[in-house]
């Protein structure tokens, strides 16, 4: 079981969730300086900005390979794997965008809501 981060629709997903189905819940934490947050038509995506990006507001969460799997598959294929620095230092696996994908396709820059949930609250 490893290890992984959710900044966006898991991390505001009713309790028993099926895509979360057999993962554990380990912490709430932030990242480290040098993200950004962004909607593209209501999905989430984090990408790396270490010139201007700040701190989001994310999950950790122990997820077993099936669940892993089942979480990919939900994703849009340009969504790429990478490892996401927290404040404490450690880095923890995720899926992020790059960031010509977010821009071709008008993404929305939600960072300053420093939380996916901050940011559909503001948006009820």
Known sequence: MDRKLFYGTLTVAPP???????????EQTRTAQGYRLFSLGGFPVLVEDHESGSAIDVQVWEVPDDCWKRVLEQEPPEMVPGSVALED?????????PRE???ARGGLDVSAHGSWSAYLAAEN
């Open 101 to 103: 994908w977010v821009e």
């Open 16 to 26: 028993g969730e099926a895509l979360l189905e057999g993962a554990n819940f380990v």
């Open 89 to 97: 230092g450690r880095r923890v696996g995720t899926m992020l965008g």
